[in-house]
């Protein structure tokens, strides 16, 4: 991966030292101020310099939860919908004054949810193996539970193209276990799928391990993909009208780097992704965890795929999106928690 220049590495140093501090002795609870910039947004390129918003602190919203996912805006609504899978409940926070309450429980242990242009949720559901839509009036509308007349592993991950298309993962996670799903055979190769206005579903791709979170570019010609499986990376591919090409790499997530000339953060077989969201001017803000302090949190690659920046969380990272009124706070969730921070630029999606 890319390195801090060797004219940065003093700056970087200290602003190193100082988030090693602060993630050890800060106090998430925000009864205790921390001073701006937030130690724990860390520039590793000048490039993330200019989207970091200066004097706007990490906040933990909500703690308590099992494992919090799926985060998505509502626009119309304004408020956050997001999974506390384990509990089997879909959470709502409401900015204006800070709540957060059960919006669903029995959620069929849903994982990732979105929102189309019309203002509609759509769910990825583990125990119940499908995508499903909740309608304005009121029911559920079952979008993709089978393919090619077997049931799906446990759809985990999906976002809405302008053309009414939903893409969706399905690695299989709520599957594999009773904690987060109902555990069973997986049945089908884990793959990307696509869900046609018309209702028909296609695979695009089954050449990851394990699909996870994605997200398109700003202009919808790229696709985003985590693979949680081996190698732990992120991929794109060119969208080619309804189905994908050119697969490649993007950047490596469990390798180690070089947070400051003294401090090396080692991922290698541990860090990996989840989630990720484009920014309007193509950066890739990608979930990061298991791999302890110095990685878990949010890092921040440019569209060439170089780490040009961190976000430093005290628990796992596990997903993230655009959200507010101009699509500039960053929420995210991890491990019981969800996390906000302003930032200085918008999503590039309306969810």
């Not at 919203?61 to 805006?73: F, N, Q």
């Not at 995508?131 to 759809?155: M, S, W």
Request: contains cysteine; proline residues 6%.
């Amino acid at each position: 991966m890319t390195q801090p220049s060797t004219s940065r590495r003093s700056f970087i140093t200290t602003l190193a030292a100082s988030a090693a501090a602060s993630l050890a002795a800060r106090d998430w609870s925000g009864k205790v101020p921390e001073r701006y910039p937030d130690p724990d947004v860390i520039a590793l390129d000048k490039a993330f310099e200019k989207l970091i918003q200066g004097n706007s602190p990490i906040r933990r919203l909500h703690t308590g939860l099992l494992w919090a996912e799926g985060p998505a805006w509502n626009g119309s609504g304004s408020y956050l919908v997001f999974s506390d899978i384990p509990n089997n409940a879909q959470m709502r926070y409401i900015p204006e004054d800070g709540h957060v309450s059960v919006m669903r429980n029995n959620s069929n242990f849903s994982n990732g949810n979105t929102f189309d242009r019309e203002g509609r949720q759509i769910s990825c559901e583990h125990a119940t193996r499908r995508v499903t839509r909740y309608e304005a009036a009121g029911g559920i509308t079952v979008l993709a539970d089978k393919f090619e007349g077997k049931p799906f592993n446990a759809p985990n991950d999906a976002v809405v193209h302008p053309d009414g298309g939903i893409w969706f993962t399905d690695p299989g996670y709520g599957s594999m276990g009773d904690y987060e799903g109902n555990k069973g055979e997986l049945l089908l190769k884990e793959a990307v799928y696509r869900i046609d206005p018309s209702g028909k579903i296609a695979k695009v791709t089954d050449d990851l391990a394990k699909p996870n979170g994605l997200c398109f570019s700003p202009d919808y010609k790229k696709l985003y993909i985590v693979d949680t499986g081996d190698p732990k990376n992120i991929r794109v591919y060119d969208v080619a009208g309804t189905s994908l090409k050119n697969g490649k790499e993007f950047c490596q997530m469990n390798q180690p780097y070089n947070l400051s000339a003294e401090i090396v953060v080692d991922a290698k077989g541990k860090g990996g992704s989840d989630g990720v969201r484009c920014d309007v001017d193509g950066n890739v803000w990608a979930s990061a965890g298991w791999a302890g302090a110095g990685f878990d949190g949010v890092h921040v690659f440019s569209p060439e795929g170089r780490r040009i920046g961190l976000i430093r969380l005290p628990e796992t990272g596990s997903n993230l999106c655009f959200g507010g009124p101009k699509r500039n706070r960053l929420f995210m969730t991890a491990s019981q928690s969800l996390y906000s921070l302003y930032v200085n630029t918008s999503g590039a999606h309306w969810c």
